[in-house]
């Protein structure tokens, strides 16, 4: 069984985008049924990102439960300023693939006009035996192509 760390990016079955949808736990910005559900089943499908998975000392939200992952969703769209995300959770046995933040930075990089930075933080890395890994809208402008960096 995969274990899931903060910031991995998990692709969901319909099945799972499905649960996804009927167990929301947040919006940021107040946004409408139909742009959630925009969001969970755009396309290109856009990965879930790992959050960190709520106890009982630290619940902020809905305190996780075996079998099922709590992940967010991020749009690169915003509203007013604010870029739309999600709170949820999907059962595990409907993820079909995830990438780890490492994982992401060893990615082909055609969607990064600025790529060549991260090639030299990678290269400094391996000359420093440390590992670089990329999340937040970096990874998933790499994963998607979609246009989640901003000069902000």
Known sequence: MDVYKRHDL???????????????QSRVPPVSDTDIRALIF???????IVRRQETARNAAYKTAEPGLLQVGFSSPHKIDGIRIRIASEVPL???ISHKTPFDVANCEKKYLSDSDMLEALMDAGRRYHTQVGCFGSVALQIVTGLPYRTQN
């Not at 998990?10 to 929301?24: P, T």
């Open 10 to 24: 998990v692709w969901i079955s319909d099945e799972g985008k499905k649960y996804a949808l009927r167990h929301i």
């Open 42 to 48: 755009s396309s290109p499908p856009i990965p879930a």
């Open 93 to 95: 046995d409907c993820i």
